[in-house]
């Protein structure tokens, strides 16, 4: 079975504050996926990487940045963490060639900026 | 634009059959998936469609029709559990980029 994992499932910061968010598959996956999903608003997704040390913005990258050092892992870091990024973030990763192939997601990081 | 339409919200009945819609609008085409979300957790794979016509899969099924951008899932004796979020997404690019609707929330009442 594929298995996504991110490192937290809630967390709690504070305005100003740099948040780093960490998402790991073990499948081997060439793509890697960071959404934000907030009610109404539907999954919006903010960096992709679809190769190592590559990263590609999506819709709403303001305010975030990423890094993809292995295959395996895929970071989100939030800057200076602001009230408006409190959400609910998903990671998912999915194979490049094949067809059929989904995207898989982790269980999804619940972060809360006070 | 890159558009994708799916009612907000549902409700059906334990043991019936709910048809939830999907119209779609994209530059690109390589194939429409169907997710599950529970309530505070991820999307789940539920089915893809490349071609038109019917995927059968147990009790869910998944039709496309891509000349009318149109595709719908079909759930057979619905149980308590498929109380869920239904999320319709379109993969338009090589790099499996998805465009994704804002979901479909299904209520199985008793």
């Known amino acids: ?114 | 634009g890159q558009n994708i339409d799916q009612p907000t919200e549902m409700t059906a009945t334990e043991g019936a059959i709910v048809q939830i819609n999907c119209t779609y609008q994209t530059s690109g085409f390589n194939g429409l998936f169907w997710y599950q979300q529970h309530a505070g957790e991820a999307p789940t794979f539920l089915s893809y469609n490349v071609l038109d016509g019917l995927e059968e899969k147990g009790r869910f099924s998944s039709f496309l029709s891509r000349s009318k951008g149109y595709s719908y899932l079909l759930l057979k004796e619905l149980q308590m559990k498929d109380s869920a979020s239904y999320l319709c997404a379109v993969e338009t690019g090589n790099n499996r980029k998805l465009i994704w609707g804002l979901g479909t929330s299904l209520a199985v009442n008793p």
Request: glycine content about 8%.
């Open chain 1, 1 to 114: 079975d594929v298995k996504v994992t991110q490192s937290s499932r809630y967390l709690v910061k504070r305005t100003g504050e740099k948040v780093f968010l960490e998402c790991v598959q073990d499948m081997d996956h060439e793509n890697m996926f960071w959404y934000r999903q907030d009610p109404g608003l539907g999954l919006r997704l903010i960096y992709f990487s679809y190769d190592v040390k590559m990263k590609e913005k999506g819709d709403i990258p303001e305010g975030y940045s990423v890094s993809r050092e292995k295959k395996e892992r895929f970071s989100l870091i939030l800057e200076s963490a602001s009230t408006n990024q409190t959400s609910m973030y998903l990671c998912a990763s999915s194979p490049s060639s094949g067809v059929k192939e989904t995207q898989y997601f982790g269980p999804g990081t619940r972060l809360l900026v006070l």
